[in-house]
């Protein structure tokens, strides 16, 4: 992984032939500008047999073939069934097959009715571009996810406003500035629409939803301007009755009009569904060109959502949500009773928001970032991976600058035994940062980094040495690694 990270970081464009098409030259001296900071993103594979603290299969119905089988026995019941579904869904590509499974999945989260769509990033691109009218106004977390973006690009509404995150005081706050300034708003002509996740997956926290829920009526007490959004790609299948979502842990399925399931993560399949009610199902239909213009869900891929929702509906999954949680508290007890730890934490190296009151939470997100003091972040990827432990550091773009941290994801699969051993690498690593904070060495596992690229003469920039002390010249050699999260 690393070897193939650092060959793609060497600079292409001026060593192009001189007859190369100018397309090919400008895409190359766009890359290069990637190259030069040792940024550019190149496909990477898990890293071979490590623990994985770092898949989306929460359940671990992927990674175990559970999934699989109850898949298979789905397809032996239709045994001449149509690979391709043949068209999109408004012309040869709907069936009863896609429709009762719409119904079963809507039926399953207390939904009137639901579409499903070929990927989340789709569905939350089809309703901002098809739902929000001329007037209406989008307020959105500002760390919502880049698919609500692109398709509040395209949106109709008349405004998009952030709020920070997770702050319903910030949320509070939005909601009368757009009350006060907008009249059709205050005469309930016009919509808010309130864009939120129930789990965030860069921060493992999870929405005040319904905190949000009780603001919004108490600012608009006698109408229903207010309509949520709300993506659940991260708790399904985690959070609530039998993987139910948040929405329905809260009870809240009258009062949030559109909600995002998604099949690719815990449920391990692909695709998502948009539930609400017949009025935008219908809306979606016949204004969302993402839905309109793509062709409709192929059989299997419907076979393997049924899959997914028998085992949900039967309650075999209950038993991986129970153990997500347990193990969860036991990495958590481990990190608070770490002198370790609470010094790493006093001297700035690290933090996880998302430990703070862990005891007295009805439930704990299966995401636990570990955020570190700028670019300690990769070093703490190479330190746990070189142990044989898979997480990636994450870094801007993908989260705001300075919040850099390293992401893990907790499994049913995952041991306890695999859970200590990497509670003890992670605190070993930043005993070992705790020793060298006045000592200007460097730490073993970029040591370990610079000998390797050493070896293979790999990466521009500076020679390597690996006993340099600069962390500015150990991020240049290593610090783009997991940029492609």
């Known amino acids: 992984m690393l070897g193939g990270w650092a060959s793609a970081q060497r600079l292409r464009s001026p060593t192009l ?4 098409p100018a397309l090919y030259r400008g ?5 290069d500008e990637k190259r030069a900071h040792h940024g550019l993103v190149n496909l990477r594979r898990p890293v071979p047999g490590a623990a994985d603290f770092s898949s989306n299969d929460a359940l671990s119905l992927a990674s175990t073939g559970q999934i699989r089988k109850a898949f298979f026995e789905e397809l032996s019941r239709y045994p001449d069934f149509s690979l391709g579904s043949t068209g999109s869904r408004l012309l040869d590509g709907n069936n009863t097959y896609v429709e009762d499974i719409e119904q079963e999945v809507a039926d399953f989260h207390r939904a009137e009715t639901g579409l499903i769509t070929n990927s989340g990033y789709e569905a939350n691109g089809a309703i901002f571009t098809a739902i929000p009218q001329p007037g209406d106004v989008i307020l959105y977390d500002e760390l919502i996810h880049a698919s609500v973006h692109d398709g509040m690009k395209h949106t109709k509404a008349s405004s998009k406003l952030p709020f920070l995150h997770n702050d319903v005081d910030s949320f509070a706050s939005t909601l009368r500035s757009v009350r006060d300034a907008h009249p059709r708003i205050r005469a309930g002509e016009s919509t808010i629409f309130v864009a939120v996740e129930t789990v965030y997956s860069m921060d493992g926290d999870v929405c005040p939803l319904a905190e949000m829920v009780a603001t919004a009526k108490q600012i608009f007490p006698f109408t229903q301007t207010v309509q949520f959004i709300v993506d659940e790609a991260h708790s399904t299948g985690v959070i609530g009755r039998r993987g139910s979502g948040l929405v329905c842990l809260l009870g809240l399925e009258k009062e949030i009009a559109i909600r995002v399931h998604t099949f690719g993560k ?9 539930l609400a009610n017949d009025t935008i199902r219908n809306t979606l239909i ?11 869900p192929s059989f299997p891929m419907l076979a393997a959502i049924r899959a997914g929702y028998g085992l949900l ?24 009773n770490s002198m370790t730890f609470a010094r790493a934490e006093f001297l700035g190296m690290c933090s996880i928001p998302v430990m703070e009151n862990w005891e007295t939470k009805p439930f704990l997100s299966h995401i636990v970032p570990i955020w570190t003091k700028e670019k300690y972040n990769y070093y703490l990827m190479f330190h746990i991976q070189l142990a044989g432990y898979c997480a990636w550091a994450i870094d801007s773009p993908v989260v705001p ?7 893990f994801v907790f499994h049913a699969n995952n041991t306890l035994a695999e859970v200590d051993g990497l509670a003890q690498t992670i605190l070993e690593f930043f005993s070992e940062m705790i020793e060298l904070k006045s000592s200007k060495s460097t730490p073993r596992a970029a040591q370990k980094v610079y000998r390797y690229l050493s070896e293979r003469n790999l990466g521009d920039g500076p020679t390597v040495n ?20």
Do not use: C, W
């Open 17 to 20: 032939p001189s007859n190369t």
């Open 27 to 31: 895409l190359e001296k766009a890359l």
């Open 266 to 274: 815990a449920l391990g399949s692909h695709g998502a569904i948009v």
């Open 286 to 296: 016949n204004f969302a060109r993402g839905v309109i213009y793509t062709t409709a």
């Open 313 to 336: 509906n039967s309650g075999e999954t209950q038993q991986a949500q129970d153990k997500i949680q347990k193990l969860i508290k036991h990495f958590f007890a481990t990190m608070a």
């Open 401 to 407: 600058e300075g919040t850099g941290r390293v992401r």
């Open 466 to 485: 690996i006993q340099y002390s600069k962390p500015e010249l150990v991020y240049a050699e290593t610090g783009a690694v997991a940029a492609a999260m």
